[in-house]
């Protein structure tokens, strides 16, 4: 398995395969509308993204930002339908703490969804329930009015089935 980090400059080809695993992920396997899944994304040269490639073929991909000075986020975790569960979310997650590690970060922030928030504990991770985790969001920030949602209960599911929780970890 080769390990490949997606910064300004890197080859076209990094950043097709990070959309595939992606779409491949949340899109065809969760069916999240994909003007929806990639409404949000900064320009290509200002994605940092993490990819692993096996046998030639994308299986999961990360990116990270910088919501604040020392804090790290790593965001859009997902492996390809036909190798979850076969160690690659553990592998990636590594990577990308090795990443933020290399600049600083003493504090690093993931949006989970909540069905995936075990899988974060086992990495070391804590459920953190009161903290809102759009909080963290670039997107967030820059509104000046917060969004009118729907109301439902806290913990209610969204329209795809889960919530989003915060998970964090202190360096």
């Known amino acids: 398995m080769e390990i490949y980090r997606i910064e300004k400059g890197a080859e076209t080809w990094k950043?097709?395969?990070?959309?595939?695993?992606?779409?491949?992920?949340?899109?065809?396997?969760?069916?999240?509308?994909?003007?929806?899944?990639?409404?949000h994304d900064e320009k290509e040269e200002d994605l940092q993204a993490v990819i692993l490639i096996e046998d030639h073929k994308p299986v999961a991909g990360c990116r990270i930002a910088f919501p604040d000075e020392k804090t790290g986020k790593i965001e859009r975790v997902c492996v390809v339908r036909g190798k979850q569960k076969g160690g690659y979310g553990r592998i990636l997650i590594q990577e990308a703490e090795n990443w933020l590690k290399e600049y600083g970060v003493n504090h690093i922030v993931i949006?989970?969804?909540?069905?995936?928030?075990?899988?974060?504990?086992?990495?070391?991770?804590?459920?953190?329930?009161?903290?809102?985790?759009?909080?963290?969001?670039?997107?967030?920030?820059?509104?000046?009015?917060p969004k009118q949602e729907p109301s439902r209960p806290k913990n209610a599911p969204g329209p795809f089935g889960f919530t989003c929780v915060l998970v964090e970890k202190y360096l």
């Open 111 to 145: 949006s989970s969804q909540d069905r995936a928030a075990g899988f974060y504990e086992k990495l070391g991770y804590q459920l953190n329930p009161d903290v809102d985790p759009s909080v963290y969001d670039k997107h967030h920030k820059q509104e000046e009015k």
């Open 15 to 39: 950043y097709k395969a990070y959309d595939y695993v992606r779409t491949d992920a949340f899109c065809v396997g969760q069916s999240i509308p994909i003007e929806l899944e990639f409404s």
